[in-house]
């Protein structure tokens, strides 16, 4: 989430009570969690684990929760005990939770063509283009952005919170949840299904470029970016900081887990399950993924086994 203005650290370091190493003079011009993380922006960690990476990401300022690590140059560190309540102070203080007064709110702005059909919501400062068709039963959450020519079906809900939690063994509630300030933007000419669910990115971008069209049923986790005239089935499930590059295929019931990459021109087979990342230009079968002719070489020795194993022993 990028500030409205850069805000100093000095002013950041008030509102949460933060002792500062390193230069208090400089900005900070927004706030991201370590998947998106761009420089200028604020970073939150509170586990020894993820430290290094932490300061050494493109963040240049870290809420943290020790003193014992040392200091990048050009970088500034807000020493806190608690380093997810002050990420959340922040989040609540420029992106606080509004209740909707209306289905349709004030701000939203659609282009020339537009339709918008009945019973559909659209939150705050949303934004629609020209030509697009909306379907009955949607939901366009607070800051999405839709390009133009685009079509959405009926019940498919963008925007809502991702399934994101901070997690400590040491306190009542295991789950704490991580407030959501990013958004979601489908850019143009995009077609996505009846029953979609796409989450907004935690304090970054989910995403669907140019030409890309989904089926009925599918889910996209928060802060993904699926490219450009990709093409995705039913019931196709992807987790959270997946990117998904340029002509993709994805077909149904295909689960892909979370912070990877799938290279281009990639086709994915029904009910395949991606665990890492994986090239493009190549067809995936399997759990875990595999190329699709290995897979099938596979099957055919495992229907050999009876046949084998009745020449070793003799039968």
């Excluded at 806190?80 to 989040?91: C, D, G, R």
């Amino acid at each position: 989430m990028k500030f409205p203005s850069p805000v100093s650290i000095a002013t950041i370091a008030e509102m949460i009570n933060a002792e500062t190493i390193g230069n208090t003079a400089l900005q900070a011009t927004g706030i991201n969690e370590i998947n998106r993380v761009e420089a200028g922006d604020l970073v939150f960690v509170d586990h020894p684990k993820y430290y290094e990476k932490c300061l050494k990401s493109n963040a240049t300022h870290i809420i943290i929760n020790t003193k014992n690590v040392e200091l990048p140059e050009g970088k500034t560190l807000l020493i806190v005990a608690e380093p997810f309540e002050a990420y959340l102070k922040i989040i609540n203080f420029f992106r606080p939770f509004k209740k909707p007064e209306n289905a349709l709110s004030d701000s939203f702005e659609a282009g020339e063509g537009t339709v918008i059909m009945p019973n559909v919501f659209i939150g705050e400062h949303v934004k629609i283009g020209k030509h697009c068709i909306i379907h009955p039963g949607v939901v366009l959450h607070d800051y999405t952005e839709i390009g133009d020519h685009v079509i959405i079906q009926a019940g498919t809900i963008i925007g809502s919170d991702a399934f994101y939690y901070n997690t400590k063994k040491n306190r009542d509630v295991w789950y704490k949840k991580m407030a959501s300030c990013g958004n979601v933007v489908i850019e143009d000419d995009v077609e996505i299904g009846a029953g979609c669910t796409i989450d907004r990115g935690v304090t970054s971008t989910t995403r669907l470029r140019r030409g890309t069209k989904l089926d009925n049923l599918i889910h996209i986790g928060h802060d993904t970016i699926v490219g450009k005239n990709c093409l995705i089935a039913a019931q196709v499930v992807i987790a959270g900081a997946v990117t998904i590059e340029d002509g993709v295929v994805i077909w149904g019931q295909a689960a892909v887990n979370k912070t990877l990459t799938i290279g281009e021109n990639a086709v994915i087979l029904g009910k395949t399950g991606v665990v890492a990342s994986i090239a493009g230009n190549k067809v995936y079968w399997g759990t875990p993924a595999v190329e699709a002719s290995a897979k099938k070489r596979e099957l055919v020795w495992i229907k050999r086994i009876p046949e084998l194993w009745n020449k070793v022993m003799g039968e």
